[in-house]
């Protein structure tokens, strides 16, 4: 049996030498070494220009965690230098997606000289034509893709157009490299927001992007922020509860709130010092978030308008369309099938939906085959989303299905690496996690603990819960596997993951089963 490293070497495909390089050291120096933005002098010259001259810059985001990251960046930034600016975080009901020639007409109107858009902008023709036409400096950082040409910006910050690298990155990584460049020197603060955006934003976790999120969690161990330590309670700062403690609350906002004023809070939360402000804020972002998992779960369980049975799940929800992403998201991990959720829009006239799909539907290819009953769609093979008029809806639904009935259920199995008893340890976990972190074109490595004797687990006291120590302070945890259920077995394959837990101040290195199987 080979060893544990080289059981994880195999697991991801790489050599001694490439685990040597992804474990090298990070420094503020050398996490993005050998890239470039193109014109980033120049977006650097011209805002210097504009604030040595004291006129006015309006910032233009998004609503996002990415797009709130990357506001937030430059208006700490720049309150940094003790420069006023002003912004705005889009209002997902009434602004829509991006700058718009009305938004645009209005920064004109109110005299400011410089627009910067960020987390959009590449896309955004006819309000940077506006802005341009009537004297402002516009400058787009964004990394979303784009058109055939490009918008009449001064400059432009973009991955891909910009020639920074080959890996796509976030609409936070882009402005943080602009406020660093500023600056002329690294901010932590700055850095972990951008970090947060590459988490949130699931930007694949290579190259720099990982050599950042990694270097900031390091730095966090010696360090303390206390709107981040907020959010993320009493854990650790890492891409596990950046994904699942901060970013779900970030996104929750954008999501549910219909007020431009108190969408602007989410950016004071992140560039304000005043700790009671503070405190305010996160009872306020804690409640709405609380607010979105009630809406999410409750339209899931009381879906009775809704045919979970046919091949293909489509329904309309009395929510907002904030929401609608979650809720599809949750019928195909409960169901395995193609799902649409539409909600009422702003108009009272249109449908907006939103789709999600397991693997062996493309969900552009369904809305490519039904376009004449959309008025608007958009998305990639497994996620997208469009827009349909009220009457063209039960025909839209049926056609919908209809596809779904030739859709070729792809059955995945993980990889997983075997692991065994004597291997769960402190050691271990300390190895495993080197090679973190974990998230997006590089997850956590899945283990199979291989016949495990049901007759030796032991269980919660009501027994619906695998609670196994194990000795050496390690132990065996797998929620909702009750006692009745196993005692079906002889011989089971646990899958799972390894982690540290503390139970009354005893710290354990914990295997957590995701799922079994009866041992071949």
Not at 49 to 77: P, T
Not at 495 to 514: A, D
């Amino acid at each position: 049996m080979k060893s544990l490293f080289d059981r994880l070497l195999d697991y991801y495909h790489i050599s001694k030498d490439d685990y040597a390089l992804l474990t090298m050291e990070v420094t503020k120096d050398n996490f993005a070494k050998g890239h470039e933005f193109i014109d980033m002098a120049n977006c650097v010259k011209v805002v210097k220009e504009i604030v040595d001259n004291k006129k006015k810059i309006f910032i233009y985001g998004d609503y996002d965690a990415d797009g709130i990251m990357s506001v937030s960046i430059l208006v700490k930034m720049f309150k940094m230098i003790n420069y006023p600016v002003s912004y705005h975080i889009p209002n997902r009901y009434t602004d829509g997606y991006g700058l718009t020639l009305k938004r645009s007409q209005e920064i004109v109107e109110n005299g400011f000289d410089l627009l910067i858009t960020v987390d959009n902008g590449i896309t955004a023709y006819e309000g940077i034509e506006y802005a341009k036409s009537h004297g402002l400096k516009v400058l787009v950082f964004d990394h979303h893709q784009p058109g055939d040409t490009l918008p009449n910006a001064d400059y432009i910050l973009h991955p891909s157009v910009s020639k920074f690298g080959e890996t796509a990155t976030s609409a936070g990584f882009v402005t943080f490299m602009f406020a660093k460049s500023y600056l002329g020197y690294f901010d932590n603060y700055l850095a972990t927001l951008a970090s947060i955006s590459l988490v949130s934003d699931m930007m694949p976790l290579v190259s720099y992007n990982r050599n950042l999120l990694r270097l900031m969690i390091k730095e966090y161990e010696s360090q303390s922020f206390f709107s981040i330590d907020l959010l993320k309670e009493k854990e650790v700062f890492n891409e596990y509860n950046i994904g699942m403690k901060i970013a779900p609350k970030i996104n929750a906002i954008g999501r549910l709130i219909d007020d431009d004023l108190f969408l602007s809070r989410t950016v004071e939360f992140f560039t304000s010092d005043d700790e009671q402000l503070l405190l305010n804020y996160n009872e306020w972002i804690n409640e709405v978030n609380n607010e979105r998992k009630e809406i999410t779960k409750e339209a899931v369980e009381n879906s009775k308008n809704i045919d979970v049975d046919a091949p293909a799940i489509v329904g309309i929800i009395n929510q907002k369309e904030g929401i609608i992403g979650l809720i599809a998201n949750l019928f195909v991990k409960k169901y395995h099938k193609p799902t649409i959720i539409f909600a009422l829009d702003q108009s009272g006239d249109m449908y907006k939906g939103s789709c999600r799909s397991p693997e062996g539907f493309n969900v552009v290819d369904a809305f490519n085959q039904l376009g004449d009953l959309l008025e608007a769609s958009g998305g990639h093979a497994m996620a997208g989303g469009c827009s349909i008029r009220k009457e063209n809806y039960e025909t839209f639904k049926k056609s919908f299905i209809e596809l779904a009935k030739g859709c070729q259920k792809v059955e995945t199995k993980a990889e997983t690496i075997p692991l065994y008893i004597n291997e769960i340890n402190f050691e271990n976990y300390d190895l495993i996690s080197s090679f973190s972190p974990f998230g997006e074109s590089w997850p956590a490595p899945q283990f199979v603990l291989p016949r495990i004797r049901v007759q030796s687990l032991m269980y919660s006291r009501d027994g619906q819960h695998v609670l196994t120590s194990i000795g050496n302070n390690s132990r065996l945890t797998g929620f909702h596997l009750p006692k009745d259920y196993l005692s079906q077995y002889q011989f089971i394959d646990m899958i799972g993951t390894l982690r540290i837990s503390t139970y009354f101040n005893k710290t354990n290195v914990e295997f957590l089963v995701n799922e079994i199987s009866e041992t071949k």
